[in-house]
């Protein structure tokens, strides 16, 4: 038998994991949001789309799906959309912020099969979370871990990217989530969306990256959801997962609008493999899009061929590279040997790629009222 | 359980524990579907003539299987007496 890395690299039938983002209305305005989320699109599928989406992962046996968004939360016929899913066996993991979960949500959700619940923290107190995800957010999500907890949710998981400010409290995550028995998952943070802008001062330093690698080697039962694989090329073992890009391979990501990228993290025209409302819908897309089918092909290595660690770490992440305007074909911005600090340092300010999907709401307008002229 | 064919062998995923398993070849994928048949894993191993060199394999697989409940065994293994 080959490696079963190997298998994958030339892509499944249908993906293992896919997001799903339902909306791009967020009531939240994270500094690091993925999909630069915050005003609905008009274009946005409609139930009975969103229905047929559905019935098409049905019929490709894709066993869950991730529903994240924007706060998927907020579409009117998010219950409708998850019960129409689970019921016929497409599981739903959805991503929430926790703004929506109250005692009779909590209790809905506490009586259905085949759905979990990410509530995501990006801090283990309210000054390092809200000052990435905004004020009140800490609070919000704790109040929605307790109604979960009260509804005898059982298990949710706690979803934290990793920054700069929140690696120093890995122990209180943990802490966090024992006592609501729930599980920690911790995500890289991609210089995509919002974070184009933010990864800068945002993004763990060299030695932090050390310091997590070590830590998660002891916790093997921390989810990562694959995302810290180019840590491997530290050498001292292999982090738990594929270890491997799977972009257009094994994952890909629906956006509100149905246009399917490779993955969650390259919400960009370049990675845009077609719309679901085209001819064939998602099958047909993720059978023969131009773009998958290249990316199924065997990727050269590049730049990093030389470097004794390729096979541990892969060149990384594909979305770190593109964003930062580095080659696809060389090391990844966070690379444990420093080698993407050296081609960071060669990139131009013209060689990061424009933006080609934001739906940020507007920049807070500040009214400043001139004082009236002084009666004398 | 569902098993979703794969061109590797197929995908196994238990929605109970939401484990997700690999089945690395298609010979594989027709011993798990058989088991079931089956007193022992010995007896499908011969009925089913599956290549004998991959058994030590399959038991490897069917182990992994075993542990995160995708199967079960039929009768409760000998307990260790007196």
């Known amino acids: 038998m080959t490696a079963l890395t190997d298998e994958l690299k030339r892509g499944l039938d249908a993906p293992i994991c896919l997001t799903w983002e339902l909306t791009y209305a967020c009531n939240l305005a994270c500094i690091h949001c993925l999909s630069s989320s915050g005003r609905r699109d008009p274009r946005e599928l409609s139930t009975a789309e969103a229905k047929t989406i559905i019935d098409q992962l049905r019929a490709l046996q894709v066993f869950y799906v991730n529903i994240g968004g ?3 939360t907020i579409r009117t016929d998010f219950f409708e959309l998850i019960d129409y ?9 959805f991503s929430t912020n926790g703004s929506r979960i109250n005692v ?38 704790i109040a929605a871990m307790d109604h979960l907890a009260a509804a005898d949710f059982g298990s949710f998981k706690i979803s934290v990217v990793v920054t700069r400010h929140n690696i120093g409290q890995l122990d209180e995550f943990v802490g966090l989530a024992n006592r609501y028995g729930a599980e920690l998952r911790l995500t890289r943070l991609r210089p995509s969306g919002r974070a184009v802008e933010s990864w800068h001062e945002l993004h763990p330093t060299e030695a932090q990256q050390v310091e997590l690698y070590y830590w998660l080697l002891d916790r093997p039962e921390v989810l990562t959801g694959d995302s810290f694989f180019h840590l491997n090329a530290l050498g001292s073992g292999t982090l738990e997962g594929l270890n491997l890009c799977g972009a257009g391979r094994v994952v890909c990501l ?6 399917v990228y490779a993955c969650p ?11 679901v409302r085209d001819a064939g819908g998602f099958p ?44 696809l074909d060389g090391p990844d911005p966070e690379c ?39 009666r004398s | 359980m569902a098993i979703r064919p794969e061109p590797f062998g197929a995908l196994a ?17 027709r011993l798990v579907d058989e088991l079931e048949h089956f007193d022992s894993t010995r007896a499908a191993f011969d009925s089913l003539d599956l290549d004998a060199r991959q058994w030590p394999a399959y038991g490897k697989a069917l182990d992994a299987l075993a542990r995160s409940d995708f199967i079960e065994p039929l009768r409760p293994s000998p307990g260790v007496g007196p």
């Open chain 1, 254 to 259: 629906i956006d509100p609008v149905g246009d």
């Open chain 1, 85 to 93: 899913a689970t019921a016929g066996e497409v599981g739903v993991k």
């Open chain 1, 104 to 141: 009779h949500t909590a209790r809905r959700l506490a009586a259905m099969d085949y759905t979990d619940i990410q509530i995501s923290l990006d801090g283990a107190n309210p000054t390092t979370n809200d000052a990435v995800r905004g004020e009140g957010s800490f609070a919000t999500a």
């Open chain 1, 336 to 374: 444990v040997s420093g080698h993407g600090q050296e081609a960071l340092a060669a990139v131009g300010a013209g060689d990061r790629p424009p933006s080609t999907s934001d739906h940020s709401k507007p920049t807070p307008v500040r009214f400043i009222t001139r004082a009236s002229p002084a």
């Open chain 1, 70 to 72: 924007g706060e998927p």
């Open chain 2, 13 to 29: 995923y238990h929605y109970g524990n939401r484990k997700l398993n690999f089945l690395r070849s298609p010979e594989l994928v």
């Open chain 1, 284 to 327: 047909d897309i993720w059978r023969s899009s131009p773009l998958f089918l290249e990316l199924r092909e065997p990727q050269s290595a590049g730049a990093c061929a030389s470097c004794g660690q390729f096979d541990a770490c892969q060149g990384g992440c594909m979305a770190a590279k593109f964003f930062t305007g580095l080659p």
């Open chain 1, 265 to 275: 993290f390259v919400l960009h025209d370049e990675f845009k493999a077609g719309n």
